[in-house]
């Protein structure tokens, strides 16, 4: 087996999947809502680049736009829809898997059905060694990792962070200490959507938009959340980054129809033996 | 009455009424029957319509396919309404939207049967949806179905057509020239469904009986998107020919990351045999650059006729969705005239009758050129084209000597 596209394969996969879980993780550890729309917002994020690069806009500039817009569909969403739900979990998952159809089989419909290429800012590939490393995938990994750091600073560093922690732990003594947990609830969303919007406008030059573009990141996505445990930020990224790794490297060795399965069968083993999380005794 | 008694009331008439306007949308959403359309011929006529049933994919991942083909039954269905209909009858088109759903569609094509009687059903994209339909139409309904779409052949059930490319028309010449025009060394990375596993099955023999031979063949997730292990293997392999089965969305990724490895800058062949100016939009036009696809039309054809149905096509329905043979539209526009040709042929519109005229029925000129059915197969045979991409459009490099014989149902 060579060693340098596997490793870079199993970089620049888990890359894209800790940047698709990023916002899943937030909404779902920050306020425990399991967001059935994220794969949508990922797909509006993606399908605001291809209408940028459409009025003749570089795509770069589609990305940036990206996010922003989608974390306004976001926040209008929160506000119509999402705030209603913070008190039952079943049914706001119910809730966001309607508004979820509604966004998929709208943008199918602006689609028509079709399958389109979105450029990448940077195209092809450069050597190393006999290898040929794609520059995009490339940047990928850098931006993720900076994003990464970014989000990870946000909660942890800033006075907005200690704010959504805070109406997590507790949100009665939050409001209490003059914290407008209902603002802040509206605020996580829009973040968490406007990072699946990040996810969505870096990732589409790598596949090709169309309207199921966000479905099979769905499902392992919460997997990913399930495994790093409910309620912990640095747990989905770990989780994102094991069930990445595993998608990516398991079919290096064995059949890939296999190797779909076997990502499913190992984070349940894991899940069997680690219910808190991957992280949990390293928080305690 | 107290107050609160008027409250209540107030609140139960208000019940009440909105219980009578729910009921009232939704008895409306019923009688029309949601996804379905009927296209009345214009005009005045003194005879009952012929029933044409069009059960196709208008919404969900298939609908690529499937708003095309509504598309070109509909246009069809006019021209020959202008033309003065059939046997003196004009033509009624009641279009089912199945929405890529196969326990919806079996419902919908139920309708078509047994409420609307229709005298023929076209439609279905994908192999499970024709799987799925086929014995409710043929056996249960007792209509004629035509099936559009290019497929992994084997299909033999009586009055069932099918009338798009088989595995020995979109092998027979193409695999050849691949051999000439690539390599002996073939890699068959492919989507885990039906067509896939038994077109390969066909390719691999044809490949090997022109002295080729088949380096690996894998089969993915319908909507798996990261390709790197494969690709690695097939650069590593020195692999001259990449005969791909994988479909969208997942084959944007698979062709970008051959890209990005120099498979094609290396001298290696992609080929794909749906590939159509459709999927031209998949990927960026570098990407696949040199790849070969083989299918019944091409818009490159640049025949009068073809691009006097083009021409009018576009105009009617603009580019967005365009009549392609890769979406089964081409399949469509051939078995709607052939059995037009047939009800002619004859002078009824009875099941047996037109099916006995079906199996020898011929088109002098269509999208592709001429064809006819093969009789006692439920085959279409047709000209084939082997086209090669190049900046984004297609070039075509070879046509088959006559037309190709799609060794069906022998």
Redesign the interface.
Known sequence: M?VV??V??VA??SAIFVLVVLGLGIIASMMGIFNFAHGEFVLLGAYTVYLVEGTGMPSWFGMLLAPLCVAIVGLVLERLVIRRFYAAPVVAMLGTYAIALVLR?GV?GLL??????V?APL???FGLGHF?I?KW?SAVIVITVVVMVGCYLLLVRTRFGLQMRASLENPALARASGISTSRVYAATFALGAGLAGLAGGLMVP???L????G??FLIKSFLAVMLGGMGSFEGSVAGAALVGAT??AL??VI???VA?LLVFLIAIVIVKFRPEGLLSRWRS | MSQRDEVAGRVRSYERRLFLQRAGVLAGMTAAGAGTWILNPRGAWAAAPIKVGIATDL?????????PNSQVARMVIDEMNAAGGLLGRPLQMILKDTATNEQLAVTRVRELVQKDRVDVVLGGITSSMRNAIKDTIVHRGRTLYIYPQLYEGLECTKYLYCTGPTPAQQCDTFIPWLIRNGGKKFYLPSA?YVWPHVLNKYARKVIESHGGEVVGE????V????Y?????KIM?SGVNVVFNTTI??GV??LF??LY???FSKKGGRLACVYYDE??L????A?EIEGLASCLDYFKAVNDPFGNQVQDKYTRLYGT??PLTAGSAATGMWRGLNLWAEAVKGAKSVRRDAVSEALDHARLADGLGGPCEVVPGTMHVRMNMYTAVARKGTYEIVEKSKGLVDPRECL
């Open positions: 060579d596209p596997f870079f394969d620049a996969y089989e199918r028509g059905g079709q399958f389109y290429n450029s195209v092809g590939s040929s794609s995938r790598i596949y090709s169309n309207a199921d573009l479905v099979p998608s990516a079919p290096w059949k890939p129809v779909n | 919404t969900g991942p298939i609908s690529w396919g499937g708003i885990d894998e089969y993915f997730p909507d798996h998107n990261d790197s292990a494969t690709v690695n590593s969208p969305p944007a990724a970008k990351q990005e490895a120099g459709n999927a939009n998949i990927t960026p570098h967005k969705n």
